[in-house]
């Protein structure tokens, strides 16, 4: 079982070179070595993008179909950054596809029994809020592994979302409902603009303010941050939490989008989001789980997928093709954190 300690960032090692206790100094990697290493899976995605496009001229490099790629990918993107605040910390959520799921019954569900949007929208986002908060109970107070905490919770999810919508489809009886993820931003639907939105402000938070630094800190080593001062068990809860808050904020955004949501709706958001996430810890800021290289996994992931549907694949080739950059995202982080832990004790 792969930690999150595996692929969390280590000092950066200078580019000075290093004199081995032997006295053989070591030899540093190239600039063009490091540039590879640092946005291998950015050159990857236009690989893939140029080879569909000379494939299939017709249908993928439309102006189109990169505009439905950006709407559809659009809330995938926000449940991976949700994703990256409990990995940051050094731990998962494996609740998160179920609360988008939950979350999109009960903003559904409200609408339709006249609430205005409003008050749906702070309702829902206080759903996500209780269960990241019942999360947090669970892992840092209770001291529960957190794999087990977690996939608790989406198993209870999945039981409520049957129990509300008596195991048939739920369907948004409000046009106005529906409307508010319908407009379009420079042509690109307005849940592009919240996503990108939401990225803005989570890198800011992650790379810029001290709470992320000390999240960080949290994951890289919670033993070591605590006698440092910083209190780990706040920083791990609030890392649920507001994970849980994202959560919902994009089941609000699907349920919205689609018009109607199945019982079972969640868990097939789950995989390719931390796909993402692992593969934004290979890219953009190798070791750390970032922001943008999260961005750029969705996309990858998309890409891969959008281009294999318009080649005519069937749809359990998705399925594979995104277990598949799961298990290599993984490797690769896994292999990143290596080569730093080695280069840091030279």
Same mark, same amino acid.
């Given at each position: ?5 595996? =692929? ?7 580019? /000075? ?22 946005? +291998? ?55 998160? +596809? ?29 759903? +996500? ?9 669970? $892992? $840092? ?14 198993? $209870? ?13 739920? @369907? ?11 407009? @379009? ?12 939105? @939401? ?68 868990? /097939? ?23 943008? +290289? @999260?961005? =750029?996994? $969705? ?14 694949? /069937? ?20 292999? =990143? ?10």
């Amino acid at each position: 079982m792969t930690k999150t300690s595996d =692929v969390i960032h280590k000092p950066d090692v200078t580019d /000075e070179p290093t004199t081995h206790p032997e006295g053989v100094k070591q030899v540093r990697p190239s600039r063009l070595h490091n540039l590879a290493s640092n946005y +291998g899976v950015v050159g990857f995605l236009l690989l893939m993008i140029l080879v569909f496009a000379i494939a299939i001229p017709d249908t993928f490099p439309t102006p189109d179909n990169f505009r439905g790629i950006l709407g559809d990918q659009s809330i995938p993107a926000i449940l991976a950054l949700a994703a990256l605040l409990p990995l940051a910390a050094g731990e998962f959520d494996l609740s998160l +596809g179920a609360t988008l799921g939950f979350s999109a019954i009960v903003a559904i569900s409200l609408s339709n029994a006249g609430l205005p949007v409003p008050v749906v929208v702070l309702a829902t986002l206080l759903a +996500g809020l209780m269960i990241g908060a019942i999360n947090a109970l669970l $892992v $840092v107070k209770l001291g529960v592994n957190a794999f087990i905490a977690t996939l608790a919770t989406a198993t $209870v999810l999945a039981g409520l979302n049957l129990l509300i919508t008596n195991g048939s489809l739920l @369907t948004v009886e409000s046009d106005s409902y529906v409307k508010i993820t319908a407009t @379009t931003v420079l042509g690109v639907q307005v849940v592009f603009a919240f996503a990108a939105c @939401t990225a803005l402000v989570l890198w800011y938070v992650l790379e810029k303010s001290p709470y992320g630094r000390y999240l960080r800190a949290t994951g890289m080593g919670r033993d070591a941050a605590r006698l440092s001062g910083i209190r780990t068990n706040r920083y791990l809860a609030s890392a649920f939490i507001v994970a849980g808050v994202m959560a919902a904020f994009a089941g609000f955004l699907f349920s919205s989008r689609s018009g109607s949501v199945p019982p079972t709706l969640g868990p /097939e958001f789950l995989l390719p989001a931390y796909a993402a996430a692992f593969l934004g810890a290979t890219t953009i800021r190798p070791g750390y789980f970032n922001v943008w +290289g @999260t961005i =750029v996994g $969705v996309l990858l992931l998309a890409v891969g997928s959008n281009g294999l549907t318009l080649l005519g694949a /069937e749809t359990w080739v998705t399925n594979v093709f995104n277990g598949v950059a799961l298990m290599i995202a993984v490797s690769l982080s896994v292999q =990143v954190a290596r080569r730093r832990d080695r280069a840091q004790r030279t």
